[in-house]
């Protein structure tokens, strides 16, 4: 079972809007609700950004957003700042490789 | 404010055994299903095991199974990862987390370091 696939990297200016795939299957993100999405700055530990394709916890500014279509799950970050500079994972239930390979974002 | 800290990592030789301990505090432990977590030097996110609430399902990776056991004390809320046979790709930072359902991991301990090496 083939781990959810995203790009290895994206960047974009402040101020600019980025937005970040995750591909999986009709298995995973196609068929269930549950796509979660975290941000991990170097040295720490994984903070949940986006639930259940596009849902925002307390506290996470509402310029980061999420959607999916088909087997495609995305996040978009807008009006960039350059405490966004991190690496973002997509995570999905549905099988044994739940996370996505990460994207390493960075703000020019 | 929900809380987790993990414990027990360390430097071991290959073929060794480690026992990873996370501690919960801030929320109601017993009705949580937890999980852990793993992140190799440089690389991405793996799931390891899950546990339910009272201990009476586990789930684990199939590279990790009949070496990791998840289990957990709801009486000192907390969670364990016996690890057993350790290789050199176990190394990693591992870190248990509360999943609010279909992987929503909601709550991370900071992490606690495993190496693997002679």
């Known amino acids: 079972h083939s781990a959810l696939t995203q790009p290895p990297s994206a960047s974009g200016s402040p101020g600019q809007s980025v937005t970040v795939s995750c591909t999986g299957t009709?298995?995973?993100?196609?068929?269930?609700?549950?796509v979660s999405w975290y941000q991990q700055h170097p040295g720490k530990a994984p903070k949940l950004i986006i639930y259940?394709?596009?849902k925002r916890p307390s506290g996470v500014p509402d310029r980061f957003s999420g959607s999916k279509s088909g087997n495609t799950a995305s996040l978009t970050v807008s009006g960039l700042q350059a405490e966004d500079e991190a690496d973002y994972y997509c995570?999905?239930?549905?099988?044994?490789?739940?996370f996505g390979g990460g994207t390493k974002l960075t703000v020019l | 404010e929900a809380h987790l800290v993990e414990s027990g990592g360390g430097l071991v030789q290959p073929g060794g055994s480690l026992r990873l301990s996370c501690e919960a505090s801030?929320?109601?432990?017993?009705?949580?299903?937890m999980i852990w977590v793993r992140q190799a030097p440089g690389k991405g996110l793996e799931w390891l095991a899950s546990?339910?609430?009272?201990?009476?399902?586990?789930y684990y990776v199939d590279s990790v199974k009949g070496r990791f056991t998840i289990s957990r004390d709801n009486a000192k809320n907390s969670l364990y990862g016996q690890m057993n046979n350790l290789r050199a790709e176990d190394t990693a930072v591992y870190y248990c987390?509360?999943?609010?359902?279909?992987?929503?991991?909601?709550?991370w301990g900071q992490g606690t370091m495993v190496t693997v090496s002679s």
């Open positions: 987390a509360r999943d609010m359902g279909r992987f929503t991991l909601d709550v």
């Open positions: 801030g929320f109601t432990f017993s009705t949580a299903w």
């Open positions: 546990i339910k609430e009272d201990g009476s399902e586990k």
């Open positions: 009709s298995s995973d993100v196609g068929y269930y609700n549950s």
């Open positions: 259940e394709v596009n």
């Open positions: 995570c999905s239930f549905g099988g044994q490789k739940i």
